[in-house]
């Protein structure tokens, strides 16, 4: 049977079961998916958005787009999230024509570059997805290897205000240069080029203090 991509706000009716369905997959209070799905129905701004993949009147998947995911980093949004594919619907293509869906729907409201916090890379790299990871406080390549991302593309960055700012522009500017590159996107980010700026401030900023010391006879 065939599915269809749609947007809450163009069917505001299925509010209230969106939130039920939602609420069902991930635990999050229903009250949480009902607020921003009001937010969203009430169209004063680009986020928060909903979508569902429906199957006549059943919801089979959807994801939305929120200001942040539950994470500490606020300079990197919006967020996608609660992305889910009812289990025997899996397979057939549901979580990419939702993803491309949402892509092609956020760059029309003006917003290019949409994050995405999640252990499955792989799944997601199959829709055109690239990963960075940048790392505060740990071993920043060995943890990105763990979720299969490749040195290159992780970094440790010094987790204060001007460190932060540093990697918002670093990752700002390489993002932009990648979607005006004409070339292989996997190719760009495999480049450690990119985060040359921020590895600098964090070596100066850890480099060790070498004393000197004399017998004084």
Known sequence: MEYKVIRLVDRPELKECAAQWFH???????????????????MKSAVPQWYLA???DQIIGGLGVIENDFHD?????PNVCA???????????????????VCTDMKERGIDTLYLVTDHTSFYERYGWEFLFLGANID?????GQFGIQPSRAVNYECDSSG???NFQVVSE?????RACTCNLSEYFDDPAWK????KDYKKRHRKQHRGTAKIR
């Open 73 to 77: 980093r606020k300079d990197l949004s």
């Open 164 to 166: 932060t700012q540093l």
């Open 174 to 178: 390489t993002v932009s240069a990648a």
């Open 83 to 101: 992305v889910y594919t009812e289990e025997a619907k899996r397979g057939r293509g549901v979580a990419g024509a939702l993803l491309d869906k």
């Open 24 to 42: 069902g997959k991930w635990g999050i209070p229903l009250e949480a998916y009902a607020e921003s799905m009001a937010a969203c129905l009430a």
């Open 196 to 199: 040359k700026a921020i590895e």
């Open 140 to 144: 920043a390549i060995e943890t990105a």
């Open 54 to 56: 429906m199957e006549e």
